[in-house]
Each structure stands twice: as C-alpha cells, then as structure tokens.
C-alpha cells in the first residue's frame, strides 16, 4: 500500500470559537507537526480535540458557523485546499456513511479523486481486509452494527491513502477483538504509507505504544502538554489525572457495596429481536429487578443495541415475550411495546447508541425539557429538574447552545439526562460512558450508582471494560452471530 508524501501541520495562535459561544473550542494554539509523526491527542470532554481535527480536514465550516482567528496550515496551505490529501473519520460513523452497500461506499471517495476501476476495487477489498470487515460488497451498510460501522468509515479513508489521517476515537464502540484489529489496521497503514497520523482517544492504553508524541488540550482549549508519551504520561501524571486525562493503569472508581436487588421489574423470556423478518438475537431471557445493575456485553454485531430497543418497548419481539411487572407497568399493561410514548417516559428511559438520533430541540436546556413538559409537569417543577440535571452533567455552560455544537462526549451526558429527565424507574443505556474523559466518566457512573442504590433498574449495553465492575453491575454477555461474520 503506498500514499502520497506524509503531511506536515502548523498552527499559529489558531483559536475557534462556535456561532453563538462566549467561549472559544480552542484559542491561541501553537505547535508543529512534522510529516510522518504519529501523534496523540489527549484532553479533557469538550477541549476541543473534534474541533481541532475538524478544522484540519478542512469541515469546521466558514463565518456563518464560527470564528476563527490565526493561521491552520497542512504542508503549507489551508486544509480545505487540500483535496484527497487529508482523511477523516468522524467520532460519529453515522454521518460518514454516503451509499448503501458496504463496496459503493468505501469506493466513493475513491471514485471522487478518479482512481481507475481495476485500482478502485482493489482498494477498497485491501481496506477492508485491513480493517477487519469481512462483510460482502454487496452487504446493506444500514444493516451494520455500531461497531462495523466505525470500521467501514475507516476502510474509506484508508483506500483513498491520504498523507493526514485524522481519527477521531475510532475504537469507542468496538468489542475488544475489534479495538486490536482496528489499532493494527491503523499502525500497518502507517508503517506501508508513512503517512502522518493524529487520534483523539480518551483511553491511552489502546494507543500508547503506537504514538510518537502525546499533545494535550487543556479544559480552556489551550495546549496543555506536549511531548514524548512516555515523559508526559509519567512527568505530569497527576495534572493530567485531574483535568480528567485515562492514564493506564490509574483505576477512576473503586467498586461499590454490594446492594440488595429487589422484585422483578421487567422480564424477556426466549426472546428473538432484530430489525426485519430475520433474528439478530434469539433464545434470550433475563429477569431485570429494582436496584439492579446489569451490563450487556458482546462482539459487535450481536444484537445488544437491537435488544435494549426491544426491552424498552421501542422495537417489537421477533419471538418469545418482555413483560414488564406491574410495579413496572402500573395500568399500562405488561408489553411495553403496547405502551403510548408518555407511557413510557415515567417508566422506562432509552438512550440510544447515536446521540444525534434523539436530539430535538434548539437549546440544551430546551433538550432536557422535552420530556418533563411533555408530561404536563407545572414550569418550576421543569426548570428545577433541568437546572439540577444541567449541574450535574456539568452542562450548564453549554445551556444555550444547540446540542448539535456539543462534543460528542457532551451529546453522550446530554442525551443520558434526557433520559433522567421523567425520572423513569428502567434506564436502558447504550454506550452510556462513549466520548468521556475520566473525570465525567466518573460523575456519570456514580449518577447511575444513585439511582440503582434508590431502587431504579439500569441495563447498559457496552463495550468500557470498567463499568460493569464501577457499578457493581452482573454481566450478560450475547454470544456472536454467524450471520454477523459473513
């Protein structure tokens, strides 16, 4: 595999600053990377490391969406100047996806740059191959999980062998088998290319022996550490410790005491879930109770996102039943895919894998309202549920702006408060702790904790090693699919 000469960057008292913000995403940064580094990029939630990528693919956007001050440079010229010579893969695989099937999509960008046919198809079967995706060409893209997702937008930068490939935590939602393959997708395509590389990452361990630099935005968008990985990493271990930095092997939480879980409020029995006529997941039952924890777990593929959307009465079961208690229920009745929309509000609470699918309103603070005002609660009994949730998910700067602005760590809280919001006595959460530095990572399982030690249920689909030991929660792993290997 060969790519065209490896891209220098320069930035020089570069800032940006979002329409409508007081603050800047990132402000007065200055530094230089020589071509073929492989680089880092640490920070905590909301630094503005997306924003950074963003601008150096040249998709931040003009005037209308933000300011800009100082100068972003790649081998000398402006980012958007730069066709073909920079590839990104966005923290959202969703908003990288452009055709239907697996083969025309990782083609596109290559037919965009006039790549011959014969070279074009070769392309696109190596990246694949390197990313560990052995679905069909023909394979419906729609029908991928979250985690094939991440690695079909990561194939169709790699085909076009940019000399600048940006990732934007490109392993967040991959099972562990996935995480390595995709980590050795990107160090083999460096190693054949030279190409230079920067990945934003909030967990270290994953790829810490590949970087040659570590670079850290601070809370304020300006650079914090810059050097070595292992002379940061080790020389500033406590300052990076508490501007929420995932130092390897620093342990966040400690595991919490052990609670009583009480009667049953949601059962499956021989559940078959999927999105069509044909099981993504069969032969599944579980008994969920009041105070209980549970994480699902799994290689990507195997229907935990499908299941959580039918256990919450979003999807209907293919087979078998879910049956909610009537300490769950109430006069609902017992298949919460019966139940109306306000129904569920008070009683079960989703969040869905992709922030973005379940945002609706202009504001942050108008987000978290949606639910409370759609059950009728009086004004002050809204703002206060939303002020205390805008605090606690550390929030309240962002009040007024709109959700689709945030960092994807802060649509993750965002969207998890939503949920909270109606107060529901079952959170299905998938993803919960995607996008978070350490210390919100932190304040959201503790939040989670609370909940569970007051008698709430909480299911989590995810794949963060540490949250089912920092909840205290029972794994129930779904087996792989054969379907999902062909």
Do not use: C
Request: net charge negative.
């Amino acid at each position: 595999m060969t790519a065209a000469r490896a891209a220098g960057v320069r930035a020089a008292g570069w800032g940006w600053r979002h329409a409508g913000r007081r603050a800047w995403a990132v402000r007065e940064l200055d530094l230089d990377i020589a071509p073929g580094e492989r680089v880092l990029l640490l920070g905590a939630s909301g630094s503005g490391k997306s924003t950074l990528l963003a601008a150096l693919a040249g998709v931040l956007g003009g005037a209308d969406e933000g300011e800009e001050r100082g100068a972003l440079l790649v081998d000398g010229r402006r980012p958007e100047e730069q066709r073909g010579r920079i590839g990104l893969v966005l923290q959202d695989p969703d908003a990288q996806q452009v055709l239907a099937r697996v083969g025309d999509d990782v083609a596109f960008g290559l037919e965009n740059l006039g790549v011959p046919r014969d070279e074009l198809w070769r392309r696109v079967q190596d990246a694949l191959d390197a990313v560990g995706l052995a679905v069909p060409l023909r394979r419906s893209s729609a029908e991928l999980s979250g985690g094939q997702k991440q690695r079909l937008a990561l194939a169709g930068v790699i085909a076009m062998r940019p000399g600048l490939l940006l990732l934007d935590e490109p392993t967040a939602n991959l099972d562990p088998h996935g995480v390595a393959e995709v980590r050795e997708a990107v160090e083999r395509v460096a190693d054949d290319t030279g190409a230079t590389v920067l990945v934003v990452e909030h967990r270290v361990e994953v790829w810490q022996d590949f970087a040659t630099r570590v670079i850290v935005l601070g809370g304020d968008g300006e650079l914090q550490a810059d050097g070595d990985p292992a002379r940061v990493l080790v020389e500033r271990a406590d300052e990076l410790a508490a501007a929420g930095v995932w130092l390897p092997g620093r342990r966040v939480l400690d595991e919490p005491s052990q609670r009583p879980v009480g009667a049953p409020l949601l059962t499956a029995h021989a559940l078959a879930v999927g999105h069509g006529r044909t099981p993504v997941a069969s032969g599944l039952s579980l008994t969920l109770g009041a105070g209980e924890a549970v994480v699902v777990t799994g290689p990507n593929g195997s229907g935990k996102s499908t299941t959580a959307l039918t256990l919450g009465g979003l999807l209907r079961p293919l087979g078998g039943e879910v049956a909610a208690a009537p300490a769950l229920a109430g006069d609902a009745g017992p298949a919460p895919i019966a139940w109306s929309s306000r129904q569920l509000l008070t009683r079960i609470g989703s969040v869905f894998q992709n922030p973005e699918h379940q945002l609706l309103a202009a504001s942050v603070r108008g987000e978290l309202a949606v639910g409370p005002r759609a059950l009728g609660l009086p004004d002050a009994e809204v703002a206060s549920r939303v002020e205390e949730l805008l605090a606690r998910l550390r929030l309240d700067p962002l009040a007024d702006a709109n959700p689709y602005t945030l960092s994807g760590g802060q649509k993750r809280r965002l969207t998890v408060g939503t949920a909270l919001a109606t107060r529901p006595q079952l959170l299905l959460l998938d993803e919960p702790t995607f996008g978070q530095d350490a210390v919100t990572w932190a304040e959201l399982v503790l939040l989670l904790r609370e909940l569970a030690d007051a008698g709430d249920a909480i299911l989590a689909v995810s794949h963060d090693p540490e949250l089912a030991r920092a909840l205290g929660a029972r794994e129930w792993p779904l087996a792989a699919r054969e379907a999902a290997a062909r």
